[in-house]
Protein backbone atom coordinates (compact mmCIF):
# COMPACT_ATOMS: atom_id res chain seq x y z
CA UNK A 1 0.00 0.00 0.00
CA UNK A 2 1.38 3.30 -0.94
CA UNK A 3 1.62 5.58 2.09
CA UNK A 4 0.12 9.36 0.74
CA UNK A 5 2.27 12.38 0.24
CA UNK A 6 1.77 14.73 3.10
CA UNK A 7 2.34 18.35 3.04
CA UNK A 8 3.53 18.76 6.69
CA UNK A 9 7.42 19.05 7.23
CA UNK A 10 9.60 19.41 9.89
CA UNK A 11 12.59 21.83 9.92
CA UNK A 12 15.62 23.41 12.26
CA UNK A 13 14.59 26.80 10.96
CA UNK A 14 10.43 26.35 10.60
CA UNK A 15 10.40 29.51 13.14
CA UNK A 16 12.23 31.23 10.89
CA UNK A 17 10.46 30.74 7.94
CA UNK A 18 7.14 31.15 9.75
CA UNK A 19 8.18 34.54 11.47
CA UNK A 20 9.46 35.77 7.30
CA UNK A 21 5.73 34.59 6.06
CA UNK A 22 4.39 36.99 8.70
CA UNK A 23 6.17 39.48 7.62
CA UNK A 24 5.37 39.50 4.63
CA UNK A 25 1.52 39.20 5.31
CA UNK A 26 2.06 42.22 7.63
CA UNK A 27 1.74 42.41 11.76
CA UNK A 28 -0.56 45.51 12.41
CA UNK A 29 1.65 45.30 16.17
CA UNK A 30 5.04 46.18 14.06
CA UNK A 31 3.34 49.13 12.13
CA UNK A 32 2.54 50.80 15.57
CA UNK A 33 6.31 50.19 16.46
CA UNK A 34 7.70 51.40 13.54
CA UNK A 35 5.85 55.07 13.46
CA UNK A 36 5.26 55.43 17.66
CA UNK A 37 8.40 56.57 19.54
CA UNK A 38 7.47 54.32 22.67
CA UNK A 39 11.26 55.75 24.12
CA UNK A 40 9.92 59.11 24.31
CA UNK A 41 6.66 57.70 26.07
CA UNK A 42 8.31 55.77 28.75
CA UNK A 43 10.56 58.87 29.49
CA UNK A 44 6.70 60.91 30.39
CA UNK A 45 6.12 57.52 32.54
CA UNK A 46 9.76 57.77 34.27
CA UNK A 47 9.35 61.35 35.23
CA UNK A 48 5.78 60.50 37.82
CA UNK A 49 6.65 57.36 38.58
CA UNK A 50 10.21 56.40 40.50
CA UNK A 51 11.32 53.15 39.89
CA UNK A 52 13.96 51.25 41.80
CA UNK A 53 17.11 50.01 40.04
CA UNK A 54 17.57 46.73 41.83
CA UNK A 55 20.33 48.33 44.32
CA UNK A 56 18.45 47.58 47.29
CA UNK A 57 18.11 43.79 46.58
CA UNK A 58 15.28 41.84 44.88
CA UNK A 59 13.98 41.28 41.47
CA UNK A 60 15.19 44.25 39.32
CA UNK A 61 12.15 46.21 37.19
CA UNK A 62 11.38 45.71 34.21
CA UNK A 63 12.31 48.63 31.68
CA UNK A 64 9.69 50.93 31.60
CA UNK A 65 9.05 50.94 27.51
CA UNK A 66 8.58 47.06 28.21
CA UNK A 67 6.01 48.18 29.87
CA UNK A 68 3.99 50.93 27.92
CA UNK A 69 3.74 48.39 25.36
CA UNK A 70 2.10 46.05 27.55
CA UNK A 71 -0.07 48.64 28.95
CA UNK A 72 -0.82 50.08 25.24
CA UNK A 73 -1.55 46.20 24.05
CA UNK A 74 -3.80 45.34 26.70
CA UNK A 75 -5.90 48.40 26.02
CA UNK A 76 -5.93 47.65 22.12
CA UNK A 77 -7.11 44.57 22.63
CA UNK A 78 -8.84 44.63 26.00
CA UNK A 79 -7.06 41.89 27.68
CA UNK A 80 -7.89 41.09 31.66
CA UNK A 81 -3.91 40.84 33.17
CA UNK A 82 -4.33 36.94 33.52
CA UNK A 83 -4.72 37.15 29.64
CA UNK A 84 -2.23 39.38 28.98
CA UNK A 85 0.63 37.26 30.56
CA UNK A 86 -0.37 34.34 28.59
CA UNK A 87 -0.85 36.32 25.40
CA UNK A 88 3.07 37.09 26.74
CA UNK A 89 4.20 33.28 26.88
CA UNK A 90 2.23 32.28 24.01
CA UNK A 91 2.24 35.00 21.15
CA UNK A 92 5.47 35.74 19.22
CA UNK A 93 3.66 39.27 17.27
CA UNK A 94 2.68 40.21 21.17
CA UNK A 95 6.80 39.26 22.23
CA UNK A 96 7.99 41.21 19.25
CA UNK A 97 5.79 44.29 19.74
CA UNK A 98 6.70 44.23 23.58
CA UNK A 99 10.69 43.54 22.89
CA UNK A 100 10.78 40.12 24.81
CA UNK A 101 11.48 37.97 21.78
CA UNK A 102 14.27 36.79 22.76
CA UNK A 103 13.43 37.15 26.61
CA UNK A 104 13.89 34.25 29.23
CA UNK A 105 10.80 36.03 31.41
CA UNK A 106 8.02 37.59 30.87
CA UNK A 107 6.05 40.24 33.51
CA UNK A 108 3.31 38.10 35.01
CA UNK A 109 -0.10 39.22 36.04
CA UNK A 110 1.45 41.08 39.25
CA UNK A 111 3.53 43.40 37.38
CA UNK A 112 1.17 44.31 34.70
CA UNK A 113 -1.37 44.99 37.55
CA UNK A 114 1.04 46.58 39.79
CA UNK A 115 2.23 48.90 37.14
CA UNK A 116 -1.12 49.91 35.53
CA UNK A 117 -2.07 50.65 39.25
CA UNK A 118 1.62 52.99 39.80
CA UNK A 119 0.54 54.32 36.71
CA UNK A 120 -2.96 56.44 37.77
CA UNK A 121 -4.65 58.34 36.23
CA UNK A 122 -1.47 61.28 35.70
CA UNK A 123 0.66 58.92 34.00
CA UNK A 124 -2.72 57.79 31.47
CA UNK A 125 -2.73 61.60 31.10
CA UNK A 126 0.84 61.39 29.95
CA UNK A 127 0.83 59.06 27.73
CA UNK A 128 -2.72 61.15 26.19
CA UNK A 129 -0.48 64.16 26.17
CA UNK A 130 2.74 62.33 24.52
CA UNK A 131 0.78 61.06 21.75
CA UNK A 132 -0.66 64.19 20.96
CA UNK A 133 2.42 66.05 20.93
CA UNK A 134 3.83 63.14 18.29
CA UNK A 135 0.57 63.98 16.32
CA UNK A 136 2.05 67.46 16.19
CA UNK A 137 5.48 66.70 15.48
CA UNK A 138 4.36 64.98 12.28
CA UNK A 139 1.78 67.88 11.52
CA UNK A 140 -1.47 66.20 12.28
CA UNK A 141 -3.06 69.48 14.02
CA UNK A 142 -6.21 70.07 15.13
CA UNK A 143 -8.00 71.66 12.09
CA UNK A 144 -11.37 72.27 10.68
CA UNK A 145 -13.60 72.37 13.93
CA UNK A 146 -14.43 69.81 16.73
CA UNK A 147 -17.23 68.01 17.23
CA UNK A 148 -17.89 67.31 21.38
CA UNK A 149 -19.89 64.46 22.72
CA UNK A 150 -20.58 61.59 25.17
CA UNK A 151 -20.93 58.20 25.56
CA UNK A 152 -21.59 55.63 28.41
CA UNK A 153 -19.02 52.96 29.74
CA UNK A 154 -20.94 50.53 31.04
CA UNK A 155 -19.12 49.17 33.99
CA UNK A 156 -19.82 45.21 36.30
CA UNK A 157 -23.74 46.00 38.05
CA UNK A 158 -24.25 45.85 41.85
CA UNK A 159 -26.46 43.81 43.42
CA UNK A 160 -27.16 45.63 46.95
CA UNK A 161 -29.44 45.02 49.61
CA UNK A 162 -32.37 48.13 49.66
CA UNK A 163 -30.83 48.89 53.12
CA UNK A 164 -27.10 49.33 51.95
CA UNK A 165 -28.41 51.84 49.62
CA UNK A 166 -30.32 53.72 51.42
CA UNK A 167 -27.07 54.11 53.42
CA UNK A 168 -25.01 55.42 50.61
CA UNK A 169 -27.89 58.29 49.87
CA UNK A 170 -27.42 59.30 53.00
CA UNK A 171 -23.74 58.98 52.60
CA UNK A 172 -23.02 56.70 54.95
CA UNK A 173 -20.37 53.22 54.87
CA UNK A 174 -22.58 50.22 54.66
CA UNK A 175 -21.26 47.46 56.84
CA UNK A 176 -19.28 45.66 54.81
CA UNK A 177 -16.05 44.05 55.52
CA UNK A 178 -12.66 44.93 53.48
CA UNK A 179 -13.22 42.49 50.66
CA UNK A 180 -16.77 43.62 50.41
CA UNK A 181 -15.98 47.17 49.98
CA UNK A 182 -13.58 45.83 47.07
CA UNK A 183 -16.29 44.29 45.26
CA UNK A 184 -18.55 47.31 45.13
CA UNK A 185 -18.25 50.09 43.03
CA UNK A 186 -19.66 53.21 44.74
CA UNK A 187 -18.73 55.40 42.70
CA UNK A 188 -20.74 54.37 39.29
CA UNK A 189 -24.41 55.42 38.62
CA UNK A 190 -27.43 54.30 37.22
CA UNK A 191 -29.00 56.08 33.92
CA UNK A 192 -31.32 55.45 31.02
CA UNK A 193 -30.99 55.81 27.85
CA UNK A 194 -33.45 55.47 25.22
CA UNK A 195 -35.55 53.70 27.70
CA UNK A 196 -32.79 50.97 28.85
CA UNK A 197 -30.93 51.42 31.82
CA UNK A 198 -27.55 51.29 32.04
CA UNK A 199 -24.85 51.07 35.38
CA UNK A 200 -21.18 52.80 34.66
CA UNK A 201 -19.42 55.74 33.76
CA UNK A 202 -19.56 58.46 31.32
CA UNK A 203 -16.60 59.72 28.66
CA UNK A 204 -16.77 63.10 27.12
CA UNK A 205 -14.21 64.09 23.86
CA UNK A 206 -13.53 66.55 21.89
CA UNK A 207 -12.59 65.12 18.26
CA UNK A 208 -11.29 67.55 15.14
CA UNK A 209 -13.04 67.36 11.66
CA UNK A 210 -9.82 67.25 9.58
CA UNK A 211 -7.90 64.19 11.09
CA UNK A 212 -10.58 62.52 13.55
CA UNK A 213 -7.95 62.48 16.71
CA UNK A 214 -9.45 62.99 19.97
CA UNK A 215 -7.86 66.50 21.16
CA UNK A 216 -9.90 66.75 25.16
CA UNK A 217 -11.22 63.82 27.09
CA UNK A 218 -13.51 63.92 30.01
CA UNK A 219 -14.96 61.36 32.84
CA UNK A 220 -17.82 61.17 34.62
CA UNK A 221 -20.73 59.07 36.19
CA UNK A 222 -23.09 57.80 33.81
CA UNK A 223 -25.81 59.88 35.50
CA UNK A 224 -24.18 62.93 35.14
CA UNK A 225 -25.75 65.17 31.66
CA UNK A 226 -23.69 65.25 28.56
CA UNK A 227 -22.96 69.11 28.84
CA UNK A 228 -21.27 68.87 32.48
CA UNK A 229 -17.89 68.07 30.76
CA UNK A 230 -18.56 70.39 27.69
CA UNK A 231 -16.59 73.14 28.92
CA UNK A 232 -13.52 71.08 30.14
CA UNK A 233 -12.94 68.84 26.73
CA UNK A 234 -13.47 72.20 24.12
CA UNK A 235 -10.01 72.37 22.47
CA UNK A 236 -9.20 75.97 22.33
CA UNK A 237 -5.98 75.20 20.38
CA UNK A 238 -8.02 74.02 17.14
CA UNK A 239 -7.26 76.17 14.22
CA UNK A 240 -11.05 76.11 13.10
CA UNK A 241 -13.94 77.48 15.08
CA UNK A 242 -16.95 75.37 14.61
CA UNK A 243 -18.06 73.37 17.77
CA UNK A 244 -20.65 70.88 16.77
CA UNK A 245 -22.57 68.78 19.10
CA UNK A 246 -26.00 67.31 19.24
CA UNK A 247 -29.25 68.49 21.26
CA UNK A 248 -27.99 67.63 24.83
CA UNK A 249 -25.91 70.69 24.81
CA UNK A 250 -27.74 74.06 23.97
CA UNK A 251 -28.09 76.44 26.08
CA UNK A 252 -28.06 80.47 26.10
CA UNK A 253 -25.32 80.58 28.48
CA UNK A 254 -23.07 78.22 26.45
CA UNK A 255 -24.05 79.46 23.45
CA UNK A 256 -23.15 83.05 24.58
CA UNK A 257 -20.11 81.85 25.76
CA UNK A 258 -18.72 80.60 22.39
CA UNK A 259 -19.40 83.44 20.82
CA UNK A 260 -17.46 85.22 23.40
CA UNK A 261 -14.43 82.79 22.98
CA UNK A 262 -15.02 83.50 19.27
CA UNK A 263 -16.25 79.82 18.17
CA UNK A 264 -18.81 79.53 16.19
CA UNK A 265 -22.05 78.27 17.12
CA UNK A 266 -22.52 74.70 15.51
CA UNK A 267 -24.90 73.12 18.50
CA UNK A 268 -27.97 71.26 17.33
CA UNK A 269 -31.23 73.33 18.98
CA UNK A 270 -34.37 71.04 20.68
CA UNK A 271 -37.81 71.50 20.69
CA UNK A 272 -39.52 72.64 23.55
CA UNK A 273 -42.64 71.69 24.54
CA UNK A 274 -45.38 73.12 22.57
CA UNK A 275 -42.42 74.98 20.66
CA UNK A 276 -41.61 72.49 17.33
CA UNK A 277 -38.42 73.53 15.55
CA UNK A 278 -39.16 75.17 12.63
CA UNK A 279 -38.34 74.12 8.95
CA UNK A 280 -35.00 76.52 9.21
CA UNK A 281 -33.90 74.68 12.16
CA UNK A 282 -34.52 71.43 11.05
CA UNK A 283 -32.50 72.32 8.07
CA UNK A 284 -29.77 73.35 10.26
CA UNK A 285 -29.98 70.43 12.46
CA UNK A 286 -29.38 68.23 9.33
CA UNK A 287 -26.30 69.69 8.87
CA UNK A 288 -24.61 69.82 11.79
CA UNK A 289 -25.49 65.96 12.31
CA UNK A 290 -23.37 65.54 9.33
CA UNK A 291 -20.28 67.29 10.77
CA UNK A 292 -20.73 65.69 14.10
CA UNK A 293 -20.97 61.98 12.53
CA UNK A 294 -17.05 62.09 13.48
CA UNK A 295 -17.14 61.63 16.56
CA UNK A 296 -19.39 58.48 16.14
CA UNK A 297 -16.58 56.82 14.02
CA UNK A 298 -14.53 57.92 17.16
CA UNK A 299 -16.73 56.02 19.70
CA UNK A 300 -17.14 53.26 17.13
CA UNK A 301 -13.13 52.51 17.48
CA UNK A 302 -13.39 52.73 21.11
CA UNK A 303 -15.57 50.33 21.39
CA UNK A 304 -13.90 48.21 18.80
CA UNK A 305 -11.07 48.13 21.33
CA UNK A 306 -12.87 47.12 24.36
CA UNK A 307 -15.15 50.24 25.21
CA UNK A 308 -18.11 48.05 25.60
CA UNK A 309 -17.30 47.39 29.34
CA UNK A 310 -14.78 48.69 32.01
CA UNK A 311 -13.58 45.95 33.86
CA UNK A 312 -13.15 48.22 37.00
CA UNK A 313 -13.64 49.04 40.46
CA UNK A 314 -13.73 53.40 41.34
CA UNK A 315 -13.88 55.81 39.33
CA UNK A 316 -10.27 56.80 39.71
CA UNK A 317 -9.25 53.37 38.07
CA UNK A 318 -12.44 53.68 35.27
CA UNK A 319 -10.91 56.95 34.52
CA UNK A 320 -7.61 55.39 34.22
CA UNK A 321 -8.71 53.16 31.90
CA UNK A 322 -10.95 55.40 29.76
CA UNK A 323 -8.35 57.50 29.27
CA UNK A 324 -5.40 54.90 28.10
CA UNK A 325 -8.53 54.03 25.51
CA UNK A 326 -8.06 57.36 24.32
CA UNK A 327 -4.28 57.37 23.92
CA UNK A 328 -4.90 54.08 22.36
CA UNK A 329 -6.86 55.52 19.81
CA UNK A 330 -4.79 58.23 18.83
CA UNK A 331 -1.71 55.90 18.72
CA UNK A 332 -3.07 53.73 16.45
CA UNK A 333 -4.75 55.93 14.28
CA UNK A 334 -1.28 57.80 14.05
CA UNK A 335 0.20 54.68 13.33
CA UNK A 336 -2.45 54.06 10.12
CA UNK A 337 -1.91 57.41 8.77
CA UNK A 338 2.00 57.42 8.90
CA UNK A 339 1.85 53.53 7.41
CA UNK A 340 -0.38 55.29 4.42
CA UNK A 341 1.70 58.05 3.87
CA UNK A 342 -1.37 60.58 4.44
CA UNK A 343 -0.42 63.72 3.78
CA UNK A 344 -2.08 65.64 6.90
CA UNK A 345 -2.97 68.79 4.90
CA UNK A 346 -5.12 66.40 2.85
CA UNK A 347 -7.94 64.91 3.91
CA UNK A 348 -7.12 61.86 2.93
CA UNK A 349 -4.53 59.41 -0.18
CA UNK A 350 -7.34 59.72 -2.52
CA UNK A 351 -7.74 63.48 -2.44
CA UNK A 352 -4.32 63.88 -2.66
CA UNK A 353 -3.97 62.04 -5.99
CA UNK A 354 -6.50 64.30 -7.36
CA UNK A 355 -4.94 66.97 -6.62
CA UNK A 356 -1.91 65.79 -8.46
CA UNK A 357 -3.64 64.60 -11.27
CA UNK A 358 -4.89 68.40 -11.69
CA UNK A 359 -1.95 69.63 -11.21
CA UNK A 360 -0.15 67.38 -14.09
CA UNK A 361 -3.14 68.50 -16.10
CA UNK A 362 -2.33 72.12 -16.17
Avoid at 275 to 286: A, D, G, I, M, V
Avoid at 315 to 327: D, H
Amino acid sequence: MITPRSALKFDLFAEASRQHKRDEVGDPLQVIARHIDFGALAGLVDALIERGDGRRGGRPAYPTEVMVRILVLKRLYNLSDEQMEYQLLDRASYQRFCLLQDAMHVPDRNTIWRFGERLGVDGATALLQGVDAQLHRHGYIARGGQAIDATLIPAPRQHLRKEDRDKLKAGQRPDWNDVQSRQRDTDATHTKKHGKGYFGYKLSVSVDHKHGFIRGVATGTASEHDGHHFDEVLDMKNTGKEVNADKAYPSAQRIKMLKVLGFKDGIQRKAKAKQPLSECQERRNQRIAKRRARVEHVFAGIRHMGGKFVRTMGQTRATTVMTMMAACYNLKRLASFLENKVDPFFKSARSKRQVRQQTVKV
